[in-house]
């Protein structure tokens, strides 16, 4: 079996009335490689190219806006969600009568082995129609709400076995986004979606791969990123997961959650502290 032989990719599509006509930049070039280096790679068992060349690679992915495919599906028409209507959510979810299209998103988790999700950093978080697929799929009695006490959760869970990771492009430079940069540090932006989205229903999240300054790449700097990030792809088995607490392993004090003095290394404060030295 092949590293992403059950891989479902979560990828926000761009609209074709987008103003400033993203279909022709580095940043939608960057997407569609990734989209033919999933394909490519899951059609050669996950193989590095041999004696087959892949097949020619569209500016965009194929696109039918009625029907997701496992590889390079996007979300489309996501509802708002009240706080009143998550325990409507839970029974529906228990009883199996979820809208079709949520329950087909959630059959795709449970299926796969590794979760993608492929986005550009917008406003310092992911974009709302990919926000709008988290808040309809999560379901409560789903992904939280688990547990005689719904207390099954960062690190165990519904998702718990499965990987993750994030595939993230970027406007600024590296530097804007090091520990003293303007921007803040990478792994505290990203610290909400990978510490509480993913590792909260107990997916493993494996290190980021980030490009930055997406619209900024020459085209051999574009060749050398989707090389990467092929690479990433076929190596993913063997990529170590972010070493995160377990809400349930002893680390933090009961009732509070709050994490147990003297557990931290030297000088690690902030988000940090929930990553296991």
Known sequence: MSPIDH???????LGPDSATDL???NSTRYAAAF???????????????????PRPCPISPPRDPDRPIRVGYAVRN???IGPAQFVLFGRAYETGTLSADIAAEQDKLRWADTVILQF??????MPAILEGWVDRVFTYKFAYGVGEHSDTRYGEGTLAGKR???????GGREPYYSDRGINGPIDDLLFPIQHGILYYPGMDVLPPFVTYAAHRLSPEDFTDTAKAWEQ?????EKTAPIAYRPQ??????????????????????????????
Do not use: Q
Request: glycine share 12%; hydrophobic share 40%; charged share 20%.
């Open 7 to 13: 891989t479902t990719v979560v990828a926000p599509r």
């Open 23 to 25: 279909a022709a930049s």
């Open 35 to 53: 989209y033919c280096a999933v394909r490519d790679s899951h059609e050669r068992g996950g193989n590095a190219l041999r004696a087959k060349p």
């Open 78 to 80: 996501p509802y708002g």
């Open 120 to 125: 550009p950093l917008w406003w310092y978080s």
């Open 164 to 170: 993750a990771v994030l595939s993230v492009t970027i």
């Open 232 to 236: 990433r792809l076929l190596s993913i």
């Open 248 to 277: 349930n392993g002893g680390d933090y004090e009961r009732p509070a959650l709050r994490l147990r003095e003297g557990l931290e290394a030297k000088g690690r404060t902030g988000f940090g502290l929930h990553i296991r030295a």
